[in-house]
């Protein structure tokens, strides 16, 4: 069984900095792409920001230039860096990675969401 645990959600105000953190555990062979998404009550989850396992990065263009993604592949976590934070930014938060369990089995795994609210 692998699981995902998210971190670094709170309550910033217009202009401010959060960082989330995500660290994945369990039956872990190797781990492929990791990522951040984001859901409005009512709104289909969107993408954040994506790396995949040698570095590249790719991010929505509504993030670009104030999120930066990074990972640490031998502990298997993955932070997003929120800076010039906005109202819009509101949302639930879920950090999501694809991974190769010891059984050689590749699933998809899901956080279980952390609220960042940014408001003044």
């Known amino acids: 069984q692998v699981r995902l645990v998210e971190s670094g959600g709170g309550l910033v105000q217009p202009g401010g900095s959060l960082r989330l953190s995500c660290a994945a555990s369990?039956?872990?062979?190797?781990?492929?792409?990791m990522g951040w998404y984001r859901q409005i009550p009512g709104k289909e989850r969107e993408l954040v920001a994506v790396i995949d396992k040698g570095g590249s990065t790719n991010y929505a263009d509504s993030v670009k230039g104030r999120f930066t993604i990074s990972r640490d592949n031998a502990k298997n976590t993955v932070s997003l860096q929120m800076n010039s934070l906005k109202p819009e930014d509101t949302a639930v938060y879920y950090c999501?990675?694809?991974?190769?369990?010891?059984?050689?089995?590749?699933?998809?795994?899901w956080g279980q969401g952390t609220q960042v609210t940014v408001s003044s």
């Open positions: 999501n990675a694809e991974v190769v369990h010891t059984s050689r089995s590749l699933y998809n795994h």
């Open positions: 369990g039956s872990i062979f190797s781990v492929n792409a």
